[in-house]
């Protein structure tokens, strides 16, 4: 996707966060960047999910328990995948 169709600035940012689909159960990730819309997930095995694919995800490590967002799989790279959250 090119930077002109980008709907926020992309933050730099490395936290962990467990994401839960029920083709894999849960797994522990760490994120390379996020922004308004989305989040960008360093994962090696990212062929388990189409585009398109609903996932929950919450970030770990937090003070309190950080609440459970549906995200939508948007793209797939080399490196991990891009997702958006949903509404």
């Known amino acids: 996707m090119s930077a002109e169709k980008r709907h ?5 940012m490395r936290c ?11 797994m522990d990730v760490i994120t390379r960047d996020v922004s308004d819309t989305g989040v960008f997930l360093l994962i090696q095995d990212n062929d388990q999910l189409p585009i398109g ?13 950080a609440p459970i967002l549906d995200m939508e799989v948007m793209r797939l790279a080399p490196e991990g995948m891009g997702l958006r959250y949903c509404d």
């Open 8 to 12: 926020g600035n992309r933050t730099p």
């Open 53 to 65: 694919a609903i996932v929950k995800g919450q970030i770990q490590g937090m003070p309190m328990e």
């Open 16 to 26: 962990r966060i467990k994401i839960w689909h029920d083709s894999f159960g849960d």
